[in-house]
């Protein structure tokens, strides 16, 4: 005969427990934001708004298809693509550019990844327009 086995129930955490444990979130939150803005220069701050602006663009263009419809769905799709492929070339040109990365990319330049990520740009538009059309 088989002996019933005893259900395990978990534990909640205490509400200390969490209350640590949101400080500790906050602290390293905190120390995260400093040392972002110890780190900062007047370019890399234009790149992050830039980020920041089409991210925003993005959810706008996800949100008018999702509430008013995406009838010509190329369109959407062309320039929500246009917008993601944006935010991953400068994301490129962030990596590229900030100081703490130049041994990363020794034999890149910051006028070098300028000039890459505007041809790259170039080309993303080009086809981007192409595939509207």
Do not use: C, W
């Not at 220069?41 to 234009?46: A, F, I, V, W």
């Not at 246009?82 to 330049?109: D, W």
């Amino acid at each position: 005969m088989v002996k019933p086995v005893k259900p395990v129930v978990a534990t909640s955490v205490s509400s200390k427990s969490k209350a640590n444990m949101f400080a500790e979130f906050q602290k390293s939150i905190q120390v995260s934001y400093k040392s972002y803005i110890d780190t900062l220069t007047p370019r890399l701050k234009l790149v992050d708004i830039f980020l920041v602006f089409l991210v925003f663009v993005a959810l706008v263009q996800f949100v008018f298809a999702v509430v008013l419809g995406n009838f010509p769905f190329n369109a959407f799709l062309g320039g929500f693509i246009s917008t993601v492929g944006q935010f991953v070339l400068t994301v490129s040109l962030r990596l590229q550019t900030a100081q703490q990365n130049q041994k990363e990319f020794p034999g890149v330049s910051p006028e070098r990844a300028i000039g890459d990520y505007i041809f790259a740009s170039l080309v993303l538009h080009f086809i981007v327009y192409h595939f509207i059309n």
